[in-house]
């Protein structure tokens, strides 16, 4: 593809030659004379100058490195698209696989690829262009949108409804059984039945062996384009409200909210019943244990605002000192007021 | 279902009209006027006013908010029995789907219900009316117990031993290789084999996408009735003891034992070789690092008694006030006995 | 099998009666007068003394109980060594099973082991002896080398390569989406292409339900005989460096580099874009937000010197008693110089 195409795809302006042909996009460090490459994180610009790279895609105010340019107003997303252009999708053949189990009720619409594998059960709606990977189950009386991708092994438990253009990685389980027991005075414990189900908007993304569970009774949400990473745990009842960002390994206990865009680190943990603001940011690691209001920023174990923990942090580190700090004024006390420490 | 119906069946007395036809059961907040709803968290006490619903379940102390009344000893208990009634059970066609791979010398017991795509291997002998969801994987001489449910994609390795009416939610994996590894003088490692098995108790039941690993020799045990969450992992040799319950994303490591009815929140983790106690209770995301006694409750990173560990978390907030005054106290000693801070 | 070939297949030597037939491998505490035990963890020496066995594998320095002995150089490799000759590994029949799914154009070496089940992608070449449970999905123009084995339902995405003599666990996923989203200035996101691929060394381990995402751009590449336990997250981009060892539920951030024979404790968390030296090792649930040196031994959260974090906790468990002393002190000064508490 020449250089001068991939700009204007972009809505960028070539600095230099237009005419090059580009045949791969690779990071700045491994790119060769026939790649596009591009800088956005400052940490790699050192290796800009370095970089044998036919062109490279840049920031306004980033000098180039001498070879050609294609300058755009933001470089990673302009790196993004140039990606949209070169990715070859991989997809099942057109049509429903002869080794896929599909039950005479279930609704398929146009133009599906369904794989070998894949298992639909009684009374599931799946709307237009489906793309089911291999080993693929959708229980009965699933309704999903148009445009679905899910990756091998999806398993989407009976009754869940999800939106259009909802993509899930491979593993992932949707609707399994919220964890709910109730314990009993004579011993033992009673399985809370969990009828409820859960809910998909559009444009949602999951990643690989992530599980949602199904409410007790009424829904789980995740809200349109919310974006979930692999292996996170969503209890039932939770809602994760539209464009929030949960990186991987991060759980919820059950019925907490996540609010509108929050982004939470990895392997973040928050307690049940919490309401997690707009727009929160948190840290990786960090444990919520009570409301956070809107816009916040914090971290920690327990969570506090980002400040505070990052002074907590160092003074933490310094515990030691600060008990040989303690000690020595102590000493220095008359010694009739001494005690033992 | 009449609402006199329900009540009987939950041991409970109706105040208001038992005649009312209840239609389904949906959250304080949702409930319209052919629902049941039902308050047991004072959390949502707020919303029992408020609610349209037709009746609630409540406990014998809480006031009514005017609508028909069941009124039982234990309002949560009462919920989860009247759920009970109304869940729809989604199970596969009685039978042995023609889709389903059974080894010749498998054994499968009274109407079993096994999906398209299920695959039970060599010698494996399951019990009475075993619902097996597709995709599920039983390995060679597997023995199962009455009454097992397994999820879409559950893998059950060989000679695992499952007891009866054991649930295991999808994409669960039950006697995964051991993590164990020699490392060699010469560089390299050697792999332990892991030549022992998962031994699993009577009405145990699993989440999603949790490991259970087999033992290095002998058993990694989960005695009857315990209960694990999604994303758990319990690594070789380990024991839960009966009706112990783990949460979401917890894992445990080696040769760990888990006392009877003990309770580990979510992402708790555990280092190999110790024994928490019976009873024992350990706050989210705690970290495990020596013996617990039985009936403690715990928390923190590492974990230690609830109470030390609370007033721990309250007075880290203030570590950076803490500097502060420690260095004031210095500043004002007399100048000879000054350091540098 | 005799204990005197046991012994030789070891490089050991027997004290006692080498005649002995043993039948199997067990624990101290559960072996009985036909089997074979071990002691290399001095915790468990209390039960050398009590233990049934007929014979126990020892090192150089420790007293045999009165049984047989077989003496070694290093008692836990000589046990691993012996667990190999008892092993009995279970593999699906020789050849490819009329219920897996070959695409025509894949290429699949000598002697393979292929389950019902099975799909795999066009264009896939996968080299001899290759061992696919059931449920195992081999994507499009996968490269796979010699002695291959990948447990049921494990996913391998498009275009990944493996080398030789690797294992993947059940249910682990390779190659997953990259979790990379553009936030768009007029709100919503862009989702960044994951065109990369990941790359996997030879005498690589991997557990079960692990999750390995592709680059980006790229590769994510897992270096030669390095082992990942379950539930492992690598996200896109990272090198996971040769002999490198991943405890259970550990997770990296992008673009992550794990030095040569590293070993992370369960539940480690790691920052993106950071440096992990050679031979480093982090405690269990340590969080690690900075590049660590070569050789570094850390823990905490954040992570900092083992150390240094050794005195921390210690420290930390005082702090509410630093408070007290803390204002006994300022109680013991001049009354115009005290402030409130």
């Known amino acids: 593809m ?8 972009l809505g960028g302006t070539v600095e230099g030659d237009g ?14 004379p026939r790649d596009l490459s591009f800088l956005s994180n400052p940490r790699y610009a050192a290796q800009l100058s370095g970089t044998r790279a036919a062109a490279v895609i840049l920031g306004p105010s980033v000098k180039g490195p001498g070879c050609a340019v294609v300058r755009v107003d933001d470089a990673y997303l302009g790196f993004a698209k140039a990606l949209a252009l070169f990715a070859k999708p991989v997809l099942p053949a057109a049509g429903i696989d002869a080794a896929a189990s599909v039950a005479p009720d279930a609704e398929v ?22 793309t089911l990977h291999p080993g693929v189950v959708i229980y009965p009386e699933v309704e999903i949108g148009d445009d679905f991708t899910a990756h091998a092994n999806v398993v989407v438990r009976e009754r869940v409804r999800i939106g259009d253009r909802v993509l899930i990685g491979p593993g992932s389980v949707i609707g399994g059984d919220g964890f709910g027991f109730v314990p009993l005075a004579e011993g033992g414990v009673w399985k809370m039945p969990q009828v ?4 998909i908007g559009d444009d949602v993304e999951i990643g690989a062996n992530t599980t949602i569970d199904r409410a007790t009774i009424g829904r789980t949400v995740i809200e349109r384009n919310a974006k979930l ?18 990186a991987g390994q991060t759980g919820l206990a059950g019925s ?10 990895g392997q973040v943990g928050s307690a049940g019943h919490l309401r997690i603001g707009r727009g929160v940011r948190v840290a990786a690691q960090s444990g919520i244990a009570n409301d956070v209001p809107d816009g916040a920023v914090i971290g920690g174990y327990p969570s506090m605002e980002i400040g505070l923990w990052r002074r907590v942090v160092a003074a933490t580190r310094r515990l030691p000192e600060i008990l040989r700090r303690l ?9 009739s007021s001494r005690d033992d420490v």
Chains 1, 2, 3 share one sequence.
């Open 2 to 9: 020449k250089l001068a195409d991939i700009a204007r795809e």
């Open 229 to 246: 990473d692999n292996l996170v745990m969503v209890a039932h009842g939770c809602r994760i409200e539209e464009e929030a960002l949960l």
């Open 109 to 130: 619409g146009a133009s599906p690829r369904i794989a070998p594998g894949v298992v639909i059960g009684r009374g599931a709606r799946i709307g237009a262009r489906a």
């Open 19 to 32: 005419e090059i042909e580009i045949e791969s996009l690779e990071p700045l460090d491994q790119a060769g």
């Open 196 to 199: 409820g189900t859960v809910e």
């Open 327 to 335: 000690k020595r004024l102590e000493q220095e006390r008359a010694p």
């Open 256 to 265: 907490t909210v996540v609010g509108a865009r929050a982004q939470l680190g």
